[in-house]
């Protein structure tokens, strides 16, 4: 298969610009953003062109508890195909804990979570990769994530969690030279050493991206500038193997192009360098061969030294990567991962309940830490709560933001960020704390307009006399009410 290039992170908001950016080989598209029967029209331009598109997953949860969900699975399968990709790109987290596996209930996170780096995690993970990779008709690669937080008692390093996960199942692997740097700033992780425990050949492509630093706090934000200490993270790889594609990832405060296209120049520039330190390397290697084989030819009193062969100077280059499938080296039937999923979901479970439900801290975990993650996941809902559902922040206007918070506090996430967004709402409408006027009607009408099996403007109730249709309002917000206060 051919190698993808130089690659950018398509989003609607920069779409034409990135329709007109040059030397884009290839684009990766958020799967749960792309609906396979009306494909934006920008993704159809970049195909036609021949620009590969590569859904990129992030509610699949391969590192929780529970097995892939069958439905999510053909899902990314569908936009897999639907956009012809050589390939589907999913994130080794877990995204929701809790559930029947638990007897707790299910909690929804919102964002990807680090996984236990221990031989139960890594169990359960190898055999969620296994189902996914049976379901999806194109080879899958994952991606290591970025942590504000690490879990007690792990057994493994970073790079040995996904070396023995490749060697395991086959899979790819998803470089994300920007979460090796967050791992290194919140977790004291040597970026270095993980590359040099990683195998190499497993690389799919690598993702760039930026963030900032707060109070000795990485934020991993795609939404700033990609920092140097990033970029010398990716010249190291380069310096190692050379990627078959690297991509820029930005999802927020989207800059101008020329701004953009400046910082995939640089992303250039750091794997070009870190060519010209391989190839150097190379080339030391194999003088070095050759004066080895020289001087032991002398010492052994030979004639004429053998020249240096191909056989010789080839075993001292470094492999080339491709995106072709590496092959699991083990073939024996896997154990069963029913008693290690168990202790994963209530580890899971538990650490999740503490960051979204407010219920104590786990054993082991750092508390201020895990305070930091849970503003985070807080202030995240909330971002995206406004973005599914613009309409609540211009209704509430300054008071949006701290509302969201207040209500996030005691209102963890089961269903989604479209319905944590009318659950907002309907929780704000029963506490009863807005004044009488404007917002108060606008909310109303917003939240009676979606809580039903239909928007109400399209129920049938919209054509008859206006005492009988407000009676029948009256007895759809009451059944409403009814739910939200047994959520």
């Known amino acids: 298969m051919e190698r993808l290039g130089t690659g950018i992170g398509w989003r609607p908001e920069i779409a034409d610009a990135v329709e007109r950016m040059p030397g884009i080989d290839w684009v990766e598209a ?181 963030g900032f630093e707060r109070d000795g706090v990485w934020h991993d934000s795609h939404a700033h500038p990609v920092p140097d200490s990033v970029l010398d993270i990716l010249t190291d790889l380069a310096s190692r193997v050379s990627p078959p594609g690297v991509l820029l990832e930005r999802d927020e405060n989207f800059p101008e192009p020329g701004v953009l296209e400046g910082e995939l120049e640089e992303i250039r520039g750091a794997v070009e360098k870190g060519r010209a330190i391989r190839e150097e390397a190379a080339t030391a290697t194999v003088a070095e061969a050759a004066a080895e084989t020289v001087a032991v030819a002398t010492a052994e009193t030979v004639v004429e030294a053998p020249a240096v062969t191909g056989s010789v100077a080839s075993s001292a280059l470094p492999t080339p990567t491709a995106l072709s499938t590496p092959t699991p080296t083990s073939t024996s039937p896997a154990p069963s991962t029913d008693a ?48 599914v559902a613009p309409e609540l922040p211009e209704i509430l206007g300054d008071a949006y933001r701290p509302a969201f918070l207040a209500y996030a506090h005691g209102h963890p996430m089961t269903g989604g960020y479209r319905q944590d967004a009318l659950d907002f709402a309907g929780q704000l409408l029963l506490a009863g704390r807005l004044e009488e006027g404007r917002a108060l009607r606008e909310l109303r009408e917003w939240w009676l307009e979606r809580s039903g099996p239909a928007p109400r403007s399209q129920r049938p109730a919209m054509g008859v006399p206006p005492l009988e249709r407000s009676r029948e309002w009256g007895r759809m917000a009451r059944a409403a009410r009814r739910v939200l206060l047994h959520r």
């Open 30 to 210: 958020v799967a749960e953003n792309v609906c396979p029967g009306h494909l934006p029209e920008s993704l159809r331009r970049l195909r036609a062109r021949g620009v590969t598109v590569i859904p990129h997953g992030v509610s699949l949860g391969l590192g929780g508890a529970d097995r892939p969900d069958e439905g999510r699975l053909t899902a990314l399968a569908e936009r897999a195909e639907a956009l012809g990709s050589p390939l589907v790109t999913e994130h080794i987290a877990f995204v929701r804990a809790g559930g029947p596996l638990t007897a707790s209930p299910l909690l929804e996170a919102g964002h990807l979570l680090p996984v236990p780096r221990t031989r139960d995690a890594l169990d359960v993970l190898c055999e969620n990769v296994r189902i996914a990779q049976d379901a999806l008709p194109v080879p899958l690669a994952v991606e290591n994530i970025a942590a504000l937080l690490s879990w007690p008692g792990e057994e493994l390093t970073e790079g040995q969690f996904l070396y023995e996960l490749a060697d395991r199942t086959g899979v790819r692997l998803l470089i994300d030279v920007a979460n090796l740097h967050t791992n290194h700033v919140n977790r004291g992780e040597d970026p270095a050493k993980a590359l040099a425990e990683l195998p190499l050949e497993a690389i799919a492509y690598v993702h760039v991206a930026g």
């Open 340 to 387: 290690a999923r168990q202790r994963l979901g209530l580890a899971e479970a538990a650490l999740l309940s503490a960051l979204v439900a407010g219920t104590p801290v786990p054993e082991g975990f750092d508390r201020v830490r895990l305070g930091v993650q849970a503003r985070a996941l807080a202030g995240k809902r909330a971002d995206v709560a406004a973005k």
